[in-house]
């Protein structure tokens, strides 16, 4: 029975044991726990505030232990079939003359797919066995001994055993549960837009990559090159704007992009028009703890890493897999379970945070050479990385 609904909330049981498990965020990280959860014998209910799922987006990567844990999750074929096979993309000048390749070694992981696909795979993989509540959010939490009450911007209140935030960097629940944004985000100083287009460049399982002195703008196929996804990116420190006004979004990139060569005239053009179309600031959450009594964090939310380290999917499928997993293995007690969950994945952020901060760092570089090009591509993480992920074999209640 797919229990998607939108805006219709029903009243939830507590028990006296952990049970009930409220997910705030349906992208990656949230369905991910979600699919744990029920295998471990507990009910969750995810609340998204987008009335649908989102399709957009960039793509994004898999390696070492992800992998092992989409093969877990019985998704790894599904994943591999939907792999971009994206290959070295050419950097080119105002004139649209190739100077230098961009190994792919850089950019992409072992796998790569668009973010909507991975979305609509782990919604499929969890519907049947999970409550989705789309265009509704956490409004307040009100914690006592037993639960965890929660109120929502439309629904009636709910009582939960334990609350999730996996809702992202502008985390609602952490903002809740912690304390404001400005307390835990650190902007890494760099702005991107990312959106769908044609590929009317006919480009074949490759990019193309402009850089001008802070900005860049790039062009990279997208679902066996049927389409194509652009990005703008600039450097600049923390702007305000309003974060829900994707036309405010496009008039800075216009305004930062105008004169510029290449595509970028055209390519501003299919902004403006383009329906799928995501803006924010490269930035990292840092925390001192990711719990709060009964509610606790995942993913972005709690350790986002920023765009630039290339390890956010993979953090939010292996902290899924742990917090999970630890609350199962400690018979849901929640404040073992969510030190336990902290001591594994603390080692593992710790190390993509800082390579997140070194990506930012070089991430305009002035018209790279081949040779430094050449020299990131031998140095890139995965080759370099001597200490993986251990994955303990929590024992699921269900393998369903």
Not at 341 to 349: D, F, K, T
Request: proline content about 4%.
């Amino acid at each position: 029975m797919d229990k998607t609904h939108t805006q219709n909330h029903t009243h939830t049981q507590t028990h006296t044991r952990i049970q009930t498990v409220l997910i705030s965020g349906a992208s990656v990280a949230g369905p991910a726990l979600a699919y744990w959860l029920h295998r471990h014998g507990f009910s969750p209910t995810i609340i998204e505030r987008a009335p649908q799922l989102r399709d957009g987006g960039y793509a994004v990567d898999f390696r070492g232990e992800a992998l092992d844990i989409l093969d877990r999750m019985g998704l790894l074929q599904q994943v591999e079939a939907l792999d971009t096979e994206m290959g070295d993309a050419a950097m080119v000048d105002a004139d649209g003359r190739q100077y230098a390749t961009l190994p792919a070694a850089i950019f992409a992981g072992d796998l790569e797919v668009l973010k909507g696909d991975l979305t609509r795979m782990l919604h499929e993989a969890t519907r049947e066995n999970v409550e989705y509540v789309f265009g509704d959010s956490i409004a307040g939490l009100h914690q006592d001994e037993d639960g965890v009450l929660v109120t929502f911007e439309h629904g009636a209140p709910r009582r939960f055993d334990l609350v999730v935030g996996a809702d992202g960097l502008h985390s609602r629940t952490r903002a809740l549960a912690f304390g404001p944004e400005e307390q835990y985000v650190r902007h890494l100083g760099i702005y991107t837009a990312i959106f769908n287009l044609d590929n009317y460049l006919g480009l074949q399982n490759t990019g193309h990559l402009y850089a001008a002195p802070g900005k860049a703008a790039n062009v990279f196929t997208a679902r066996r090159n049927t389409e194509a996804r652009a990005a703008f990116h600039f450097a600049a420190d923390h702007l305000e704007y309003d974060r829900r006004d994707p036309a405010a979004h496009k008039r800075i990139i216009a305004d930062r992009f105008a004169g510029e060569g290449w595509e970028v005239p055209r390519l501003l053009k299919e902004m403006d028009a383009a329906q799928e179309f995501f803006f924010d600031a490269n930035a990292q959450v840092e925390m001192d703890t990711w719990s709060a009594g009964r509610v606790v964090l995942l993913g972005d939310a709690g350790y986002c890493a920023g765009p630039t380290s290339g390890r956010g999917t993979s953090q939010a499928l292996i902290g899924a897999y742990f917090l999970a997993g630890e609350l199962a293995a400690r018979g849901g007690d929640h404040t073992a379970a969510f030190a336990a969950y902290e001591e594994l994945m603390r080692p593992y952020v710790a190390e993509h945070q800082a390579l997140g901060r070194e990506g930012a760092e070089r991430f305009f570089l002035p018209a790279p050479t081949q040779e430094i090009l050449d020299m990131l591509a031998a140095n890139a993480p995965e080759n370099t990385r001597t200490e993986p992920v251990r994955l303990p074999d929590y024992t699921p209640a269900s393998a369903a």
